[in-house]
């Protein structure tokens, strides 16, 4: 599956340049909508789902990923709501935790690290210092961790 913007950008390059080129991915993008192949609302949907459950991806990791493949904003917004309107995110981290084999860090860099991965599937740093409390990190080992956040936004 593919986003009308993807197959835009896909098809641009197998088209001729200027306005003929552009008509034929008008009628082209027209005609896959009329016979139901493509459609951004069932893609981002499809997508937030597999990430949630497959990946067990957080919200925000899955909004940045529609948004590269150009969903509209609105879009984005309906379908996460709909997808992770109910969902525990620190339940979702500890499923993506154990997907993943990552086990209690016991140094701070692992705590960085485990902090990092977190980030990266896109959950929200409430929920990574939550877990990282319940696992009795030291607090001088996330306070470590709140600098390099800060550094981080600042740059």
């Known amino acids: 599956?593919?986003?009308?913007?993807?197959?835009?950008?896909?098809?641009?390059?197998r088209v001729e340049p200027a306005a003929l080129g552009e008509a034929v991915i008008a009628a082209v993008l027209l005609?896959?909508?009329?016979?139901?192949?493509l459609n951004d609302a069932a893609f981002a949907e499809t997508y937030a789902r597999l990430r949630q459950e497959n990946e067990k991806l957080g919200q925000g990791r899955?909004?940045?990923?529609?948004?590269?493949?150009?969903?509209?904003?609105?879009?984005?917004a309906e379908t996460l709501e709909s997808r992770y309107g109910q969902t525990n995110e620190e339940a979702l981290a500890r499923e993506h935790l154990e997907r993943k084999r990552i086990r209690k860090p016991e140094t701070p860099k692992e705590?960085?690290?485990?902090?990092r991965?977190?980030?990266?599937a896109g959950f929200p740093t409430g929920v990574i210092y939550k877990i990282l409390r319940q696992w009795d990190v030291p607090?001088?080992?996330?306070?470590?961790?709140?600098n390099l956040d800060e550094e981080a936004h600042e740059e």
Do not use: C, N
Not at 111 to 115: D, F, K, N, P
Not at 117 to 120: A, E, I, P
Not at 139 to 146: F, M
């Open 117 to 120: 991965r977190l980030v990266t």
């Open 31 to 37: 005609r896959l909508k009329q016979y139901g192949y």
């Open 139 to 146: 607090d001088e080992a996330l306070a470590a961790l709140d």
């Open 111 to 115: 705590t960085a690290r485990v902090m």
């Open 1 to 13: 599956m593919h986003t009308e913007v993807e197959l835009r950008r896909l098809m641009k390059t």
């Open 62 to 76: 899955v909004r940045q990923d529609l948004q590269q493949k150009g969903v509209a904003k609105d879009l984005i």
